[in-house]
């Protein structure tokens, strides 16, 4: 049986980790340490604090090590207009999905991503979407994942000064 639960506002250091070890899985090397990380456990604090329910961190512990993570699976709710497939508007994102290298293959990805979309499920959530890796992509599709037709473009503005 694997546990799974709610992130807490403590556990942001370690979902921070985490994501660095997503990130280096998906760039090919460890992003280097900087100011992203600090701004991150900031962002995922005052996200895990607030009343609103629009983020859901769901994560496993490591059984060997108390206080520090295997896995985590990450994911935010975002209000659009309503259309014809989607009449409430509601879309879902995923993304951190991790576990760390040494706990894979035990499930605990799996578990924390069949939470998140337990609670989507219970928002109203019906649409979902992610970006996935080669080697995320197996566990997506098992979950009823499909590819989407239609272009996506992206715009990346420079900071603000």
Same mark, same amino acid.
């Given at each position: 049986?694997?546990?799974?639960?709610?992130?807490?506002?403590? !556990?942001?250091? @370690?979902?921070?980790?985490?994501?660095?070890?997503?990130?280096?899985?998906? !760039?090919? /090397? @460890? +992003?280097? +340490?900087?100011?992203?990380? =600090? /701004?991150?456990?900031?962002?995922?604090? !005052?996200?895990?604090? @607030?009343?609103? !329910? &629009?983020?859901?961190?769901?994560?496993?512990?490591?059984? =060997?090590?108390?206080?520090?993570?295997?896995?985590?699976?990450?994911? &935010?709710?975002?209000?659009?207009?309503?259309?014809?497939?989607?009449?409430?508007?509601?879309?879902?994102?995923?993304?951190?999905?991790? &576990?760390? +290298? /040494?706990?894979?293959?035990?499930?605990?990805?799996?578990?924390?991503?069949?939470?998140?979309?337990?609670?989507?499920? @219970?928002?109203?959530?019906?649409?979902?979407?992610?970006?996935?890796? /080669? =080697?995320?992509?197996?566990?997506?599709?098992?979950?009823?994942?499909?590819? &989407?037709?239609?272009?996506?473009?992206?715009?990346?503005? +420079?900071?603000? =000064?």
């Amino acid at each position: 049986m694997i546990n799974v639960r709610r992130a807490v506002v403590g !556990d942001a250091a @370690e979902v921070v980790r985490l994501r660095g070890v997503m990130l280096a899985s998906v !760039d090919g /090397a @460890e +992003p280097a +340490p900087g100011l992203w990380q =600090d /701004a991150a456990r900031k962002n995922l604090r !005052d996200r895990l604090a @607030e009343p609103q !329910d &629009t983020m859901g961190v769901f994560v496993v512990d490591k059984p =060997d090590r108390p206080g520090e993570l295997a896995a985590v699976a990450v994911g &935010t709710i975002e209000r659009r207009l309503g259309g014809p497939a989607n009449p409430s508007g509601l879309v879902g994102y995923v993304f951190n999905v991790v &576990t760390d +290298p /040494a706990y894979r293959r035990r499930g605990y990805s799996r578990a924390c991503l069949e939470a998140l979309l337990d609670w989507y499920r @219970e928002r109203g959530v019906g649409k979902i979407d992610l970006r996935a890796s /080669a =080697d995320g992509e197996p566990l997506y599709r098992s979950l009823g994942f499909v590819p &989407t037709t239609g272009p996506t473009l992206r715009l990346s503005l +420079p900071p603000a =000064d």
